[in-house]
């Protein structure tokens, strides 16, 4: 089988970091595992590797921490897969040390590989988070201004270990909405920021173009006039909000 044109101006990709042999398929066919990591993109199978002008059909992936996977991020091995291909280790044995390898899905890209105005990020939360498996958030509107209420990261931050719960407040919000985008649809690329953002379970000021319609959830009006948008990734959900600005309440 031909694989499928390149049709798109940039690709997704890995850095080949091993590859080696194995026992033959019940056809005799040689097979080869290749360790990819710093994937912009999880290949699945039917989908194709591309070095220089050869391609190979995946057969296979397996990795139990392809969550990590995410564009323009160093995953220092976390992100690490492995991919199953028919043939040789031969084709493989002259590529420099950690040789980017192209990826090239038999669907449709993501979208952030077919635009030019992708939104960036800027993490916001330092020294603090929300607890990272039962944050329990709380949205109270106050004329203009939205407080979000959670608990805690006393594991992570242990100046929180006998505060119950923190807030944020985001001044003259405009509009606000609580996704059902979990931690398990982030890492499987349900999210419309899934390979964009930097991590899952961070706090965000993203500019740019956001894409809002790409996530069917309405928003809720409120009186303000704010147009920044933030973005916090929590146990179950993602709160966005639209406002003038943020700051951490002293605690409760």
């Known amino acids: 089988m031909a694989p499928p044109p390149t049709k798109h101006p ?13 026992a033959p398929d019940e056809k005799g066919n040689a097979q ?37 996977c995410l564009t323009g991020t160093r995953l220092k091995g976390l992100g690490s897969i492995g991919v199953l291909i028919n043939g040789t280790p031969d084709a493989f044995a002259d590529l420099p040390r950690y040789a980017r390898i192209t990826l090239i899905p038999r669907g449709a890209l993501p979208w952030h590989f077919t635009v030019t105005d992708l939104p960036r990020f800027a993490q916001l ?6 607890h ?28 929180y270990h006998d505060i119950e719960r923190i807030q944020l407040q985001f001044h003259s919000c405009s ?3 609580m996704t059902s985008v979990n931690d398990h649809g982030w890492y499987l ?23 809002d319609t790409r996530d069917p959830t309405p928003w809720t ?17 993602a709160l966005e909000v639209k406002a003038q600005d943020w700051k951490v309440l002293p605690a409760l």
């Open 125 to 130: 939360n330092h020294g603090w988070n929300a």
């Open 189 to 211: 690329g349900q999210c419309r920021f899934s390979g964009l953002a930097p991590n899952w379970g961070e706090f965000y000021e993203i500019s740019g173009h956001t894409h």
């Open 175 to 177: 509009a606000y909405r």
């Open 32 to 68: 080869t595992v290749l360790m990819l990591d710093q994937l912009t993109y999880i290949p699945a199978p039917g989908d194709y590797l591309q070095f220089g002008q050869q391609h190979w059909p995946i057969l296979r992936t397996e990795g139990h921490k392809k969550r990590s």
């Open 132 to 159: 990272p498996n039962t944050p329990a958030p709380s949205l109270t509107l106050n004329g203009p201004d939205l407080t979000l209420s959670l608990h805690p990261n006393a594991y992570q931050f242990q100046k």
């Open 221 to 237: 009006t409120a009186p303000g006039t704010g147009g920044r948008h933030f973005h916090f990734y929590l146990r179950d959900s």
């Open 10 to 22: 940039t690709n997704p990709s890995a850095r080949l970091t091993d590859f080696c042999p194995i």
